[in-house]
Structure formats: C-alpha cells, structure tokens
C-alpha cells in the first residue's frame, strides 16, 4: 500500500489536531494561541469545501440517471438540476443585480419556503398517527413518558391557560424530572466525548475514516 | 396579480407536497425534487459563499498564509471519484481532530463539571417545595446518570437505582416528545394559510373532490 | 368493548384528514385565545432591555426556511426590539438556509423605516461553515475568520465592525436554532464567557433547560409561543400570535389521539382476556 493511503498517518493527524486544540485551552503562548487560531480559520475553510461537495455529490448522483436514461427517473433528476443551476446563478446574481435580487427572493419565499415547509410538514402528519398507532400505556415506563409528554403538549397550548394547575404541573415536570433525566444524558454525553477524545489520542480508534482502505 | 397569483401558487405547491398523504404521485415527485434541487442550490451558493469570504478574498488580500487550507479544502472534492478519495481523507481527518479537541475541552466544563455542580442543590432552605424539588433533581440526576453504567449488572440497590433513573429519563423523553410535537407540525402552519385562506381554499376543494373521485373509482376497479 | 377496541384499526388517512382540519379550523374561524407572557419569555426581554445604549448583540441564524412559520416571528421581534433598543446588532448564518431566513426577517422589521442603517447599526455577516469551528473561531477572531459580509462589503468598511472583533466586544448572543445546545455552550459560554438565549424550537426546549439550570443559557424563548409573548412585550403582534391558536388547537388534538387510542387499547385487552 502505497505511504499516502496508510491508516497510521491519518491516526496521527487526528490525535496530533486533537491534542493542539485541547491544550491550546491551557496554554497562555501567543504564538500559539495565534497558531491555534490559524487552525480554526483553516477548518471553517475547509469546511465550506465540504458543503461544495455535499451538493456536487448530489449533482453527479443525478447526473448519471439523466445519462443513464432511468425510466419513471431521468426527467425529474434533469428538473432537479436545472433546480440547481437557477437557484445558484439567482443567488450569485442577487449580490449585485437589483433584478436577480428579486427573483432570488421570489424564489425563496414564494416557492422554495411552501414546498419545503408542506414536504417537511408531512412528518407532522406521520407523527400523529404514530401517536395513534404506537403510544400505549404497556408498562410504566410508558404511562410516566405519556403523561410526562401530555403536560409538555398542554403546556404549550395557550388555551390550557384557562386551567390553572396545568401550566404549573407542565412547568414542574419541565423543570424537576426533565432537568434530572436530561442532565444524566448530558453528562452520559460528556463522559462518551471524552471517552472517544481519548481513542482518537491513544491511536486506538480504528472505525470510518481511520479504516484500512 | 400579484394579490392572487402567489397565494394561489404557494397553495398549489403546498397541495403537491401533501398529495404524498394520499398516495404518491408525479405532481409530489415533482414538488420533492423541486426542494432538493432548489436546496441544493441554496447549499452550493452558501459554501462558494463562505469559501470566498474566508479563504479566497482574504488570500488574493495578502494572506498567504490560507494557500495550504485551500489546497487541503480543493483536496476535499478527490472525494467524489474512488481514485482520488485518499486525498480527501487528509482535510477531513484535520476537521475531525479539531472538531473532537473543541468538543472534548468544552465538554469536560460545560457537560460534565458545570452540570455536575448545577447538581449540587440545597435542600435545607426554607421553602419546603424548593427542598422537595431539589432533592428530586439530586437523586433523579445520581439515578439517570448510574443508568448508563453498564460494567456492572443492574441488580440490588443498584438496579433499583437506574430503574428509578429510568422513570426519569423517561420522563426528560416525554417532555421532549411533548415539545417536539409542535416542532413537527408547525411547519404545516405556512402551508394552511395559503391553503385554507383565499384564493388557495378554493384549490384545495377543488383537490379534495378530485381525490373523493379517485378513491370511488379505485374502489369500484378494485385497485 | 368490542366497538372502542375497534379504534386501534382505523386507517391512518382518516387521522391525517382530523389533523388537516384541525389547522383549517382556526384558520377559518380565528378564536383569538388570549395568552399569557411566560417567565423565560420576560427574561430573555428584560436582559435585552437592560443593555446600555450601543451594546453589540450577535445573532446567530441556523435555521432552514421551513421552521418560517415557527421561528420566523420570533426572529422579527427579537431584530426589532435589538434595533429600537439603539443596541448594534452582528447577525451571521451557521447554516446556509440561515442566510436567507435572516435576511427575510430582517426586510419584515425593515430597520431603514426605523432610521437604521446598514454597515452602522446592523450587519449581516452570511453564511459561515464549519457549525462548532465557526463558532469557535468568531469568538477568538472575527476580523480573521471572515473579510466580507453577506453582500459582498468588506467589513472593515463597516463602521459597525470597527470595534467588534472577538467575544470581548459582544454583550449578547441570541441564537435561532432548532438543534442540541451543547456545541454553543462550549464555544459562546464556556470559551467565549457569554450566556445566550435561546431563540429555539419549541422540541429543544426540555433538552436546553438543564443548561439553564446550570447557568450556561440565559433563557429559551420556545417556539410560536415563545415567539408570540416576545411579539406582545415588544408590541408588535404578528404572525406568531396569530399561529398559537392553531398551536392550541392542533396540540389538544394530539392529547386528544394518545388518550383515545389508550382506550382502544385497554378495550382491546379487555376483550382479548374476555375471551380467554
């Protein structure tokens, strides 16, 4: 295998970047806070090239059913695309020309927010008859999620404001048994961070980008 | 125009996406990729957007020093072909390193130090229902928190522990769920306005005679 | 028994037909349901309130265009009151439909009709990637991580950013987010030694309150209510207050399913013991 592929000199970048980083909390050295500083405008840099790569990734995607010819598929991916391209010259248009600005406005508000907001939406739907379908009261620990769950919903209604002990049960249950419970994720989530933090250090995290090709 | 058309066409849009919850159909596959594509676009335009503004002006500006996160950035897209993906391997392990050592030394204050003292409450003072409260957020924290132990069996006073810990955590679920409720419906809201205002009311009868049509004549063909 | 446990078995379109008229309804026939201000709502105003004149508040935009209707209103109101307070207001995208979900609020308030100007009292820094590096790296160095602002001005040319250059020069971070809270506490609270409010989606709200407790957040202003108290303490009711009678509606609705199939499933059992 050739040097440039080997997993080990990946390993080394991500415990080496890691280790920079968290000490970079601790030390009080220009210079290397400067340095530090550097390495986190380069990361948002390349960052943006991630999100380049997200939406090409879709485009080459799409790019070959249209080259493809898939049946029931092609002229929706060849819509898609001209989606892209529309919407990206609109944009880049918008920063200068008052008449593209205009209609990159018009697009976002007026096609893109409805459309996207009604797709989205249909979870809304699914979730309802997922309420119906699978939230029973089989054990305890159903019954103390249900009620937990209602108070929550009936504290966000306005209209059980006409209830007095509602909002306040609402509000205990959000502030006592949902700050315990939460908070032992959180800290759960905390020791997890700083259990895959120190994998990454130790070289002994092995999974996803760090794989033998 | 203007006055009817664009409630009138928001409502058209907004019906094309919700025909999926009769069944799927050409005019939701048209609304899907609609949304994809002009997302995508948005998201292209974003990231060329920032690109710009945090590498190439600064760099062309007389910041030489960004060359190499260009480079390591232009490296990125060896991603899309198999022959070139061991080049994008490098800037992601370097966003990955960072990412991890932000995350691990806010973590240990904020996630774990800071909570752990929140925790720390007195239950001596005294309002008898800020006691009551108090040791429940103490004990319910100590419960939820020892769930997640898992070298040990959960057996005796210990089990009885993350049981406990249990019911808490799934009280902090139901109030989530409780919320998330509304954060899954409110985006519904934009669309029942123009659906349900006029001119869109109007459109939307019209669709729901349409779909009773289809459904007795599916019914009477047996589909 | 044997007609409720029947309910278990009703197709899920007749559900979703319930629901669609639970949005028409008070759409139709508004019921202007009066609400009342909650206590995380009026801090979150107050702490706005309390700032000298001048004082630079940063909003940071993660938002898709979807959560509009959600969010949105909270947004506006949270603009306007920041620009009548005469306070310096830096908004920046950590994700790209957060761009043009703020710009849209921003042409809602309108802040030139309020003798505002662009580039003296506001700035809209765009979309910024990199989520947690983003952020990170604004506290420690703003002039660094980012030269030009959403329309294409270098900032250095913005009067506004003259004096605004890393955490030491904000007095408050408001964040629109519909996500887990844990990276801004990491960066704006713990590195940048802010407390932020929390303009969020009404589902984080329970996730973020622990936060909080802790002292890391300020407060949450959750979701279209949220959005239509901070509507009412600014004085400027608008769309938020007119969505919390769909929110009433649609929410009771909701209770409304778990109790009913909850009696479907206690019949059904019942039935099925009946018959053993």
């Known amino acids: 295998m050739a040097w440039y592929r080997r997993p080990e000199i990946r390993i080394i970048i991500v415990a080496l970047t890691t280790i920079l980083v968290i000490t970079d909390f601790f030390i009080a050295v220009k210079t290397y806070n400067d340095f530090i500083k550097q390495l986190l405008v380069w990361s948002v840099i390349i960052s943006g090239f991630t999100i380049v790569l997200g939406a090409v990734n879709i485009g080459v995607v799409h790019g070959k059913h249209i080259i493809k010819k898939t049946p029931g598929q092609w002229y929706f991916s060849l819509w898609l695309i001209i989606c892209v391209i529309v919407t990206f010259i609109l944009a880049a248009g918008s920063e200068g020309i008052p008449a593209m600005k205009s209609a990159y406005?018009?697009?976002?508000?007026?096609?893109?927010?409805?459309?996207?907001?009604?797709?989205?939406?249909?979870?809304?739907?699914?979730?309802?008859?997922?309420?119906?379908?699978?939230?029973?009261?089989?054990?305890?620990?159903?019954?103390?999620?249900?009620?937990?769950?209602?108070?929550?919903?009936?504290?966000?209604?306005?209209?059980?404001?006409?209830?007095?002990?509602?909002?306040?049960?609402?509000?205990?249950?959000?502030a006592v048994p949902n700050v315990a419970g939460t908070r032992g994720i959180v800290i759960g989530a905390a020791v997890g961070i700083i259990a895959a933090g120190l994998r990454n250090i130790l070289g002994l995290e092995r999974g996803g980008l760090l794989a033998e090709e | 125009?203007?006055?009817?058309?664009?409630?009138?066409?928001?409502?058209?849009?907004?019906?094309?996406?919700?025909?999926f919850l009769y069944r799927d159909n050409p005019f939701f596959k048209f609304a899907e990729h609609t949304i994809v594509g002009v997302a995508v676009g948005i998201e292209l335009y974003s990231g060329y957007q920032s690109?710009?503004?945090?590498?190439?002006?600064?760099?062309?500006?007389?910041?030489?020093?960004?060359?190499?996160?260009?480079?390591?950035?232009?490296?990125?897209?060896?991603?899309?072909?198999?022959?070139?993906i061991w080049a994008s391997n490098y800037p992601l392990c370097i966003l990955m390193g960072v990412g991890l050592g932000l995350a691990v030394r806010g973590a240990v204050i904020g996630q774990l130090l800071d909570q752990i003292r929140a925790t720390l409450l007195p239950m001596a003072t005294p309002n008898p229902i800020n006691n009551l409260n108090n040791f429940l957020i103490v004990v319910g924290t100590t419960a939820s928190t020892m769930y997640f132990i898992f070298t040990r069996s959960h057996t005796g006073i210990f089990g009885f522990l993350t049981k406990l810990g249990r019911y808490f955590i799934m009280a902090a679920m139901g109030a989530t769920f409780g919320s998330m409720s509304l954060t899954f419906l409110s985006p519904v809201i934009g669309p029942a306005f123009l659906m349900f205002r006029e001119p869109g009311i109007y459109l939307t009868a019209a669709t729901l005679i349409v779909i009773l049509v289809d459904m007795i004549y599916r019914r009477r063909k047996g589909v | 028994m044997m007609a409720l446990s029947k309910i278990t078995t009703i197709d899920r379109r007749w559900i979703w037909l319930v629901v669609m008229i639970a949005f028409a309804i008070p759409i139709i026939r508004p019921l202007a349901i009066p609400i009342k201000v909650s206590e995380d709502t009026r801090i979150a105003f107050n702490a706005i309130e309390s700032l000298p004149e001048g004082s630079v508040v940063m909003l940071d935009v993660e938002m898709w265009m979807?959560?509009?209707?959600?969010?949105?209103?909270?947004?506006?109101?949270?603009?306007?009151?920041?620009?009548?307070?005469?306070?310096?207001?830096?908004?920046?995208?950590?994700?790209?439909?957060?761009?043009?979900?703020?710009?849209?609020?921003?042409?809602a308030v309108n802040p030139e009709n309020m003798g505002k100007k662009y580039g003296v009292d506001y700035v809209h820094l765009g979309y910024i990637a990199g989520g947690e590096k983003a952020m990170a790296s604004l506290m420690t160095d703003i002039h660094g991580t980012v030269t030009t602002d959403y329309y294409g001005n270098n900032i250095k040319d913005l009067k506004i950013m003259e004096n605004v250059r890393s955490s030491k020069d904000i007095k408050m971070i408001a964040c629109v987010m519909s996500t887990q809270p844990d990276d801004r506490v990491r960066q704006y609270s713990i590195t940048g030694g802010i407390k932020w409010i929390a303009l969020t989606s009404g589902g984080w709200v329970p996730g973020i309150k622990p936060f909080v407790a802790s002292g890391h957040?300020?407060?949450?202003?959750?979701?279209?209510?949220?959005?239509?108290?901070?509507?009412?303490?600014?004085?400027?009711?608008?769309?938020?207050l007119i969505s919390t009678d769909i929110t009433s509606v649609t929410l009771l609705l909701m209770v409304a399913l778990v109790i009913v199939t909850n009696i479907g499933y206690f019949a059904e059992r019942a039935s099925r013991r009946g018959k053993k």
């Open chain 2, 51 to 84: 690109i710009l503004k945090t590498g190439w002006t600064p760099l062309t500006g007389g910041s030489y020093i960004l060359i190499p996160a260009m480079i390591l950035g232009v490296m990125t897209l060896g991603r899309l072909s198999k022959r070139t």
């Open chain 2, 1 to 19: 125009m203007s006055d009817w058309f664009i409630p009138l066409l928001g409502a058209a849009l907004s019906i094309f996406a919700f025909s």
């Open chain 3, 66 to 107: 979807r959560y509009y209707s959600e969010l949105g209103p909270t947004t506006e109101a949270f603009i306007y009151h920041v620009l009548k307070k005469n306070l310096k207001l830096v908004i920046w995208a950590s994700s790209p439909e957060g761009a043009p979900f703020a710009e849209t609020a921003l042409r």
């Open chain 3, 217 to 240: 957040v300020l407060t949450t202003v959750g979701g279209i209510r949220g959005g239509a108290e901070y509507e009412l303490l600014v004085g400027r009711p608008g769309s938020g």
């Open chain 1, 105 to 174: 406005d018009y697009l976002i508000n007026n096609i893109h927010t409805p459309l996207t907001s009604a797709a989205y939406g249909l979870i809304g739907f699914y979730f309802a008859s997922c309420i119906f379908r699978a939230f029973r009261g089989r054990n305890s620990y159903v019954a103390v999620f249900l009620l937990s769950g209602c108070l929550t919903l009936l504290l966000n209604a306005p209209v059980t404001e006409l209830v007095p002990f509602i909002p306040a049960v609402g509000n205990w249950v959000v």
